[in-house]
């Protein structure tokens, strides 16, 4: 079976609908450089990284590098099963990525485990894809992690869930777009089409930019969480006030003289409550 036959039936969250854009930015990565892809799932967008860096005909050396933690969620494993593939709940999916990318023969680096973990070496990157990084938590900490290493003028940056919050409608879902819009004049958009999926219509598209000028990413995430902070201290300050003023209300009932007329009645409401929750007692009691 032909390799690019071999990509597209592998099962994909988007990497197999934007392959020729991801075979095309991995072919033209400059030499000494690497390809970053956090978010691999089942090596449907690593198939078409690894045909564009077949494509190279010994331009110099190009990294693959891939993060995920490789471990089946209920949701995975229901996307799986649309494409004719069976994975169980908690399965380690990574002996099987590894599996289907062999016949590719292009050396690729897996790191397992969460991506809010992940590490880099500090090496040049040249195309940068992220499929996993959804929320800030995450989004954050790959800024700081893979970001220095980006080059102006020169690294690929491919957000796959750029416009997931369109979707979703979750403020959280919205940190990539925040980054990207508010260092505007840092990122080039990159036109590209997708193709149909399985079910015959377009996902949700992507979002690729070519990193023009750097970012401080270190400030920008800085400025972000203090932010952040800034509101959670405003809610909380809103809270205690409510929680004050209800204070207050109570306290008001409490002395007022219907209260302490209505205390007999409380009283005797609350001795047949004992009384129906102790239930009856035997004789010999």
């Known amino acids: 079976m032909d390799l690019h036959e071999i990509a597209d039936r592998i099962p994909s969250m988007g990497g197999t609908e934007i392959g020729s854009l991801l075979r095309r ?63 169980s709940v908690g399965e380690d999916t990574l002996p099987q990525t590894r599996r289907t990318l062999e016949p590719f023969e292009i050396p690729i680096h897996f790191h397992k485990g969460d991506v809010g973990a992940s590490r880099w070496d500090g090496g040049p990157i040249s195309v940068y894809v992220d499929d996993a990084s959804k929320k800030w938590q995450a989004f954050y900490h790959v800024l700081l992690t893979f970001g220095p290493s980006w080059m102006p ?12 919050w369109k979707s979703t409608g979750a403020a959280e879902h919205q940190c990539q777009k925040e980054f990207v819009e508010s260092n505007h004049s840092c990122f080039e958009p990159i036109e590209h089409v997708g193709q149909p999926n399985t079910e015959g219509c377009l996902p949700t598209q992507p979002a690729v930019f070519l990193y023009r000028a750097p970012v401080d ?41 219907s209260w302490r007329i209505t205390a007999p009645l409380r009283r005797c409401v609350d001795g047949a409550r004992q009384l129906v929750h102790s239930g009856p007692r035997s004789p010999s009691e």
């Open 25 to 87: 930015v991995a072919r033209d990565a400059p030499a000494e450089t690497s390809v970053v892809e956090v978010g691999c799932w089942l090596g449907a967008g690593t198939a078409q990284l690894a045909l564009g860096l077949r494509e190279r005909q010994g331009a110099g050396s190009v990294q693959l590098h891939c993060y995920d933690r490789w471990h089946a969620n209920e949701s995975e494993v229901g996307k799986a099963t649309r494409w004719g593939v069976e994975l």
């Open 153 to 164: 003028g020169e690294t690929v940056v491919v957000l796959m869930d750029y416009h997931i």
């Open 217 to 257: 990413f270190g400030k920008w995430v800085a400025t972000r969480c203090m932010g952040s902070l800034a509101a959670a201290q405003e809610e909380i300050k809103s809270l205690s006030g409510q929680v004050r003023q209800r204070d207050e209300k109570l306290h008001e009932l409490k002395s007022s003289t």
